[in-house]
């Protein structure tokens, strides 16, 4: 598994993608007079990680010849992709809390 994020991948999410996704809350939040909760944004950037991880990494999946053994084989396959989006994900959701103001989650005091 890989133990850094690609360098495109890293400007895609910073540059593209975390403005593009603030603007849209920004915009969605105003017109219709919601409030921007924090477990919504996770719920939304877990989702597009673990899509960009499952585009990025391409898991095969395991043989089906034994149920357990693809049992086995598709925790592990789902580890790798977790493991990838967790990377995606706490790029992303930095940024985009940045973006929309809100302060960092753990603060030093």
Known sequence: M?????????????????PILAQ???????KFGWEIHRQVIKWIVFGISVGIAILV???ALPP???PMTFV????LVAK???EFAQKV???????????????PEFQKE
């Open 24 to 30: 849209i809350i920004k915009m969605l939040a105003d």
């Open 57 to 59: 990494v391409r898991p």
């Open 80 to 82: 790798g992709i977790q």
């Open 2 to 18: 890989l133990e850094v994020l690609p360098e495109w991948l890293t400007i895609l999410v910073t540059l593209v993608l975390t």
């Open 89 to 103: 994900y706490d790029l992303f959701l930095a940024g985009l809390f940045e973006k929309i103001g809100f302060a």
């Open 64 to 66: 089906m010849d034994d």
């Open 72 to 75: 086995l084989g598709l925790i």
